[in-house]
């Protein structure tokens, strides 16, 4: 084998270590399509659902809102219950558009009338107005988390999560139809291309920088499309991509001139010029270096000849005004990109996620812990994901699994997903005044075994959740047994990592430990022997939520710490057993299992507070009004959004 080839193989195999091999990242994938499919409405987009999990990646969520439907024509118009719009691209960029109003406007909810402005005889849809209703809406819901608008999503304080509320054409429009039979090579099936345009465009709420139309534009987006190519990329153009990435965030911005120039949007867009171009067997392990090599040379005619094409409307060059305006940040971007492309695959050891490269060992164990890094990804993942259980949607879950290409790996995360909404009860559930004695105990067998579901995503929770069942409906030694079950698998070796406010995993040594033993099980296998544990999730005004604890489910869905919230079930227990020194015995339990739970630096989240809470109710059921109102005044003090009924019951005690 030559000397090229040999250390194209080495570079693969240290990326599919470093950043991900085939199975992880088809592993990482299909945990978004599995929150796809659960949760209606929402579209996945960004690295991370494309398969990449690299350093300063955020999630990307699209909603397509379901009130609006966009139309490229009114020929094209067809009457249904949401409100219309016509797409108007006169006087627009290419890739931009207006959106007129064609409902009649006094038929509209007044929501839907605040975020059109009448421009002479039509009204148009403003996507700033637009935006801060969505942002308004959020922040009253979740005042703590989303608190800014950037570009066109909505972002939470960190920084990690944007949200954009979309709007959808179901057709294929005519300034991406010459796409269709553009030219390229054969990495892109016919069936795929189909696939693209039956799924239409999406579009976004921001307008074109510098337009005197900039906040009534909406941006065409290829979101969906773009998935389906990054899909068909092989591992090795993927990881092609990847280092693309990694070159732009962690080489060329590390100057400050040069952070505002490039974007991994063009990346991605280069990408897709490349593989057009390319002959696919090209695109080979023993091949990765001349590749990547490739990429980058392209990269810089780019930026020389300020030319980067939108992929499917190639009216719009991304480089006309980005770098025609900043002529000295240009030159400096051209001399750098020559740098890095004359050290070749050296530049990358002035990167920081991938220094190590040079020492690398040779001979490396291919057999990676995919288990343990999936585990991880799946539960970070879920740390921005609530999917509430739906009869339709599961369903649809159902039927992906029964699909004959399914693999192992592929049920394995869909069952998981379906595991943890069955853990969830859909609201009403009881309506005892209402059914006959046959129709409860149907209903009654139906939540059971919906619940029973639930126990196979986590170590504790599924069980605390049917221990609350059996509590609502008065079964308390049943709800004793199944309380003492999950405690005792509240063990170190587990991650609960969901209750604290950190979004990136640190194994201990237990539990990495633990993980590792397991790396030659099925990825369910691993969540069904009891590795993981997440919080518990009740839907607004939950059946199945202990009375004691209703106040604090008026507003909204609720979540609990599973380990206090057992201490507090088992309290419960006792109290209605009229056993009362087992009722103290558990009170100090959950008081020990406060101070277990809060987190080392003393700071205080809701999952602390609510357990708190816990101590102040089994005070006040045990006759100790004063320490209730001691407990509930400092909830309330830290608690000033009213996440919690602390106030409430401060004020209840008088």
């Given at each position: 084998?030559?000397?090229?080839?040999?250390?194209s193989?080495h570079?693969?195999?240290?990326?599919c270590?470093?950043?991900?091999?085939?199975?992880?990242?088809?592993?990482?994938?299909?945990?978004?399509?599995?929150?796809?499919?659960?949760?209606?409405?929402?579209i996945?987009?960004?690295?991370?659902s494309?398969?990449?999990?690299?350093k300063?990646s955020?999630?990307?969520?699209m909603f397509?809102?379901?009130?609006?439907?966009?139309?490229?024509s009114?020929?094209?118009?067809?009457?249904?219950?949401r409100?219309?719009?016509?797409?108007d691209?006169?006087?627009?960029?290419?890739?931009?558009?207006r959106?007129?109003?064609?409902?009649?406007?006094?038929?509209?909810?007044?929501?839907?009338?605040?975020?059109?402005?009448?421009?002479?005889?039509?009204?148009?849809?403003?996507?700033?107005l637009?935006?801060?209703?969505f942002?308004?809406?959020?922040?009253?819901?979740?005042?703590?988390?989303?608190?800014?608008i950037?570009?066109?999503?909505i972002?939470?304080?960190?920084?990690?999560?944007?949200?954009?509320?979309?709007?959808?054409?179901?057709?294929?429009?005519?300034?991406?139809?010459?796409?269709?039979?553009?030219?390229?090579?054969?990495?892109?099936?016919?069936?795929?291309?189909?696939?693209?345009?039956?799924?239409?465009?999406?579009?976004?709420?921001i307008?074109?920088?510098?337009?005197?139309?900039?906040?009534?534009?909406?941006?065409?987006?290829?979101?969906?499309a773009?998935?389906?190519?990054?899909?068909?990329?092989?591992?090795?153009?993927?990881?092609?991509?990847?280092?693309l990435?990694?070159?732009?965030?962690?080489?060329?911005?590390?100057d400050?001139d040069?952070?505002?120039?490039?974007?991994?949007?063009?990346?991605?867009?280069?990408?897709?010029?490349?593989?057009?171009?390319?002959?696919?067997?090209?695109?080979?392990p023993?091949?990765?270096?001349?590749?990547?090599?490739?990429?980058?040379?392209?990269?810089?005619y780019?930026?020389?000849?300020?030319?980067?094409?939108?992929?499917?409307?190639?009216d719009?060059?991304?480089?006309?005004?980005?770098?025609?305006?900043?002529?000295?940040?240009?030159?400096?971007l051209?001399?750098?990109?020559?740098?890095?492309?004359?050290?070749?695959?050296?530049?990358?050891?002035?990167?920081?996620?991938?220094?190590?490269?040079?020492?690398?060992?040779?001979?490396?164990?291919?057999?990676l812990?995919?288990?343990?890094?999936?585990?991880?990804?799946?539960?970070?993942?879920?740390?921005?994901?609530h999917i509430?259980?739906?009869?339709?949607?599961?369903?649809v879950?159902l039927?992906?699994?029964?699909?004959?290409?399914?693999?192992?790996?592929?049920?394995?995360?869909?069952l998981?997903?379906?595991?943890?909404?069955?853990q969830?009860?859909?609201?009403?559930s009881?309506?005892?005044h209402?059914?006959?004695?046959?129709?409860?105990?149907?209903?009654?067998?139906?939540?059971?075994?919906h619940?029973l579901?639930?126990?196979?995503?986590?170590?504790?929770?599924?069980?605390l959740?049917?221990?609350?069942?059996?509590?609502?409906?008065?079964?308390y030694?049943?709800s004793?047994?199944?309380?003492?079950?999950?405690?005792?698998?509240?063990?170190?070796?587990?991650?609960?990592?969901?209750?604290?406010?950190?979004?990136?995993?640190?194994?201990t040594?237990?539990?990495?430990?633990?993980?590792?033993?397991?790396?030659?099980e099925?990825?369910?296998?691993?969540?069904?022997?009891?590795?993981?544990?997440?919080?518990l999730?009740?839907?607004?005004?939950?059946?199945?939520?202990?009375?004691e604890?209703?106040?604090?489910?008026m507003?909204?869905?609720?979540?609990?710490?599973?380990?206090?919230?057992?201490?507090?079930?088992?309290?419960?227990?006792?109290?209605?057993?009229h056993?009362?020194?087992?009722?103290?015995?558990?009170?100090?339990?959950?008081?020990?299992?406060?101070?277990?739970?809060?987190?080392?630096?003393?700071?205080?989240?809701?999952?602390?507070?609510?357990?708190?809470?816990?101590?102040?109710?089994?005070?006040?059921m045990?006759?100790?009004?004063?320490?209730?109102?001691?407990?509930?005044?400092?909830?309330?003090?830290?608690?000033?959004?009213?996440?919690?009924?602390?106030?409430?019951r401060?004020?209840?005690?008088?």
């Amino acid at each position: 084998m030559s000397a090229n080839k040999t250390e194209s193989l080495h570079l693969y195999d240290y990326l599919c270590w470093k950043i991900g091999s085939d199975k992880e990242v088809k592993g990482r994938r299909l945990t978004f399509i599995a929150i796809d499919t659960a949760c209606k409405f929402l579209i996945s987009s960004g690295s991370k659902s494309e398969g990449l999990d690299l350093k300063g990646s955020d999630i990307d969520v699209m909603f397509i809102n379901q009130d609006f439907k966009v139309y490229e024509s009114e020929r094209d118009y067809v009457q249904a219950q949401r409100t219309a719009l016509i797409m108007d691209t006169t006087e627009t960029h290419p890739c931009f558009t207006r959106l007129f109003l064609h409902t009649n406007y006094t038929s509209l909810h007044k929501d839907h009338r605040n975020v059109l402005e009448l421009h002479g005889i039509k009204y148009i849809l403003s996507n700033k107005l637009y935006k801060q209703s969505f942002l308004k809406i959020i922040t009253k819901d979740r005042p703590m988390s989303f608190n800014k608008i950037h570009g066109p999503c909505i972002s939470d304080d960190e920084g990690k999560l944007d949200i954009a509320f979309c709007l959808q054409c179901d057709n294929w429009i005519l300034q991406a139809v010459p796409w269709i039979t553009r030219p390229r090579s054969s990495w892109l099936s016919p069936e795929i291309v189909n696939e693209i345009i039956m799924n239409g465009v999406l579009f976004v709420p921001i307008g074109f920088k510098g337009s005197i139309y900039e906040d009534l534009e909406w941006r065409i987006s290829f979101s969906v499309a773009e998935k389906f190519l990054i899909f068909s990329f092989n591992h090795t153009q993927l990881l092609c991509y990847a280092l693309l990435k990694i070159v732009l965030k962690e080489i060329i911005e590390k100057d400050e001139d040069l952070k505002t120039l490039l974007c991994s949007y063009y990346l991605k867009t280069l990408m897709f010029w490349v593989s057009d171009d390319a002959n696919p067997t090209t695109w080979r392990p023993d091949n990765i270096i001349p590749c990547f090599m490739a990429c980058l040379q392209r990269l810089l005619y780019c930026v020389e000849y300020s030319t980067l094409l939108h992929y499917f409307i190639s009216d719009f060059n991304f480089f006309t005004l980005r770098l025609s305006t900043e002529l000295e940040k240009k030159t400096k971007l051209s001399n750098l990109l020559k740098n890095i492309y004359q050290q070749g695959i050296q530049c990358l050891s002035a990167s920081e996620t991938l220094h190590d490269y040079t020492k690398f060992p040779t001979a490396v164990n291919k057999l990676l812990n995919i288990n343990t890094r999936l585990v991880k990804y799946i539960l970070e993942i879920s740390h921005y994901f609530h999917i509430p259980f739906d009869n339709r949607r599961s369903c649809v879950l159902l039927k992906c699994l029964r699909h004959p290409c399914k693999t192992v790996l592929s049920n394995d995360i869909f069952l998981y997903f379906m595991s943890a909404a069955h853990q969830v009860l859909q609201t009403k559930s009881y309506t005892h005044h209402a059914q006959n004695n046959k129709q409860q105990y149907n209903r009654y067998q139906y939540d059971l075994s919906h619940l029973l579901i639930g126990l196979h995503s986590d170590a504790v929770t599924g069980w605390l959740m049917v221990a609350s069942f059996f509590y609502v409906h008065e079964n308390y030694l049943i709800s004793l047994d199944l309380i003492d079950y999950a405690l005792s698998h509240f063990t170190d070796e587990k991650c609960d990592h969901l209750f604290s406010s950190k979004t990136r995993i640190i194994f201990t040594p237990k539990q990495q430990v633990a993980l590792d033993m397991m790396k030659k099980e099925k990825l369910l296998t691993t969540f069904k022997k009891k590795i993981t544990i997440t919080y518990l999730h009740f839907a607004l005004k939950s059946q199945i939520l202990p009375k004691e604890l209703q106040q604090d489910d008026m507003k909204g869905n609720t979540f609990f710490h599973p380990l206090a919230f057992g201490h507090f079930l088992r309290f419960l227990c006792f109290f209605h057993l009229h056993d009362i020194i087992s009722c103290r015995d558990a009170m100090q339990d959950l008081k020990l299992s406060i101070k277990k739970i809060r987190p080392a630096n003393g700071s205080v989240s809701i999952y602390h507070l609510r357990s708190t809470l816990f101590v102040g109710i089994v005070a006040q059921m045990l006759g100790a009004t004063d320490s209730a109102r001691e407990y509930f005044n400092y909830i309330a003090q830290i608690d000033k959004v009213n996440y919690t009924s602390a106030s409430t019951r401060l004020r209840e005690l008088g």
